[in-house]
């Protein structure tokens, strides 16, 4: 692959070592109704371009990354 | 004997449509001609940004098939594989429409078990299907592997006879022909790049020529779904997936039937040319990059050569990708889109070749008649906040 995704606990590494966990979403409240709580299951911004997303490192250090990656041209930049 | 006449002319889009189809893949273009054809709407447009087929359209491994497992999809899925048997004598061109039977592995007591059952709601649905064991799957596939040595053994499998394979360019080609014979202004190089929406209403698209109105807009991009959504400022309920095939080098004839593994995520077929199609799995993560890799391509390889030994000597010649936007429920999404006038036949993810007869011919309906034809209550976007989300296996 084409990219290196920077893990804080063992440095840059292949994606393939990762299990992808999606676009990072904001959690509704304890007070958001039924539909608020559908559209965040279910509904996704799937940004073609720059998105935040989650990057868990199974094959090695074990913690959840998160990541700002093009999910065109697939580059990682800090924020 | 050569032909003079031009298969297909390209047009300049006019500044008012009463339909415009935005995408010009199988959906699209089979819509157009749903439309002009059999409920006489005169002034539609088909917008394509790249060149007709270019998306999952001409990307797809061209396999057609029935055998979901949904009761309440069933009907809508039985109509579009039925409907290829006549499309190539419809549109006047030859689709190599090739119902040669799709044979599904199991390696598991569960996964055979969960084939039983699929087959039974099939059946009631109407849908040939077989349950195979080892002795008759080894004298339809000589070349399989059924043995107990391999990593995975087969154990049974289920047999589809009415799937098959029909030939995706020719698909693009006939629709399009025949859409454009029907008065249909097909357009490519246009790109929409937003909506004009007044009130609750859709008026018409804005493009990279100018803005074109249109009393209706029909939304059938494939995996580029979410840019509409951007546009519109709305989501949908899909993420971009891509998915890779490889072709070999032309074999002599030894495999009349699709092979499947739904378990081990594979599949292959030998085209009427030769070549083996062997697919194939979503990439483990979202991109919107029709990329391949050696990850894919030596896995796809590996799982498959542990049941067709004799492939050894074989070599992967080609590799391509394509971008499918995927729903949870592996179920697409069509109908209404909230906005009156905008209607939608998306997230078909790595299933929509299949279905392009029957999204052509409902889609045109719905967009004709304002109602929702009864095959495709199912898909509508609704459902994910009525929790009538579609209760399909993955296969
Ligand atoms: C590798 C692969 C294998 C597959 N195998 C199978 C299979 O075996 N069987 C099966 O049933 N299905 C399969 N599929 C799925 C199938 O290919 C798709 O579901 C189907 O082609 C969708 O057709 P469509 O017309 O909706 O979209 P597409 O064919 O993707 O067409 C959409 C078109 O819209 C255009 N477009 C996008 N945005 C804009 C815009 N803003 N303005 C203008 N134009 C725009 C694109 O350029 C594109 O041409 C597979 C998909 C892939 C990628
Ligand atoms: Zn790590």
Redesign the pocket.
């Known amino acids: 692959m084409a990219f290196l995704i920077d893990c804080p606990n063992c440095g840059r590494r292949n994606p393939y070592e990762f299990r992808f966990g999606g676009e990072c979403k904001e959690a509704p409240g304890p007070d958001a109704d039924l539909n608020t709580w559908c559209e965040y299951l279910y509904f996704n911004e799937n940004m073609s371009g720059f998105q935040q997303e989650w990057w868990y490192h199974n094959m090695g250090c074990g913690d959840w990354v998160k990541v700002r990656r093009n999910t065109v041209t697939h580059e990682i930049t800090e924020d | 004997m050569a032909t003079t006449k031009k298969v297909l002319q390209y047009k300049e889009p006019e500044k008012h449509y009463d339909v415009v189809i ?7 273009l089979a819509t157009a001609y749903y439309l002009a054809k059999y409920h006489g709407v005169k002034r539609i447009a088909v ?4 060149y ?6 001409g ?6 098939r029935s055998n979901k497992r949904a009761h309440e999809t069933l009907p809508f899925y039985k109509d579009s594989l039925a409907m290829w048997d006549d499309l190539s004598a419809e549109l006047d061109w030859n689709l190599m429409v090739q119902k040669k039977g799709i044979i599904a592995l199991a390696h598991s007591d569960g996964e055979l078990a969960s084939m039983r059952m699929q087959s039974d709601s099939q059946r009631r649905a109407g849908i040939k299907i077989d349950m195979l064991d080892n002795q008759q799957i080894k004298k339809m596939v000589p070349s399989l592997d059924v043995s107990d040595q391999t990593a995975l053994p087969v154990l049974g499998a289920q047999f589809h006879p009415e799937g098959g394979t029909v030939h995706h360019d020719a698909a693009v080609w006939g629709f399009a022909k025949s859409a454009a014979r029907c008065g249909v202004d097909i357009c490519v190089g ?4 937003g909506f004009n929406v007044e009130g609750s209403k859709v008026t018409g698209v804005q493009t990279n020529i100018g803005d074109i109105n249109a009393n209706k807009v029909h939304v ?5 779904s979410s ?2 959504a951007r546009m519109l400022g709305v989501k949908f309920p899909v993420v971009t997936m891509p ?3 490889m072709t070999t080098n032309i074999m002599a004839p030894f495999l009349n039937y699709y092979v499947a593994s739904p378990r081990l995520h594979w599949y292959t077929q030998q085209t009427l040319k030769g070549d083996l199609i062997l ?2 799995q979503l990439d483990p993560f979202s991109s919107w990059n029709s990329y391949t890799t050696w990850e894919e391509c030596s896995e796809r390889v590996a799982t498959i050569l542990e049941y067709f030994p004799d492939l050894a000597h074989g070599r992967v010649v080609r590799s391509w ?4 936007d995927c729903t949870g429920d592996s179920a697409p999404v069509m109908g209404p889109s909230g906005i009156d006038g905008l209607s939608l ?1 998306i997230a ?8 392009t007869p029957a999204c052509g011919k409902y889609s045109a309906e719905y967009i004709a008649t304002n109602k929702v034809p009864e095959n495709i209550k199912a898909f509508s976007l609704d459902r994910f906040f009525n929790r009538q989300r579609v209760r399909e296996v993955i296969l």
Do not use: P
């Not at chain 2, 917008?47 to 790249?50: Q, T």
């Not at chain 2, 990708?321 to 499918?324: A, H, P, T």
């Open positions: 935005v995408g010009g893949g199988l959906h699209g917008l394509e940004r790249r007709i087929g270019s998306g999952g359209s990307r797809n491994t061209e396999m057609v246009i790109e929409v790049v059938a991009v494939g995996g580029y840019e509409i998915m890779q095939v697919g194939g990708s394509g971008l499918c036949d078909w993810g790595y299933y929509g070749f299949k279905a």
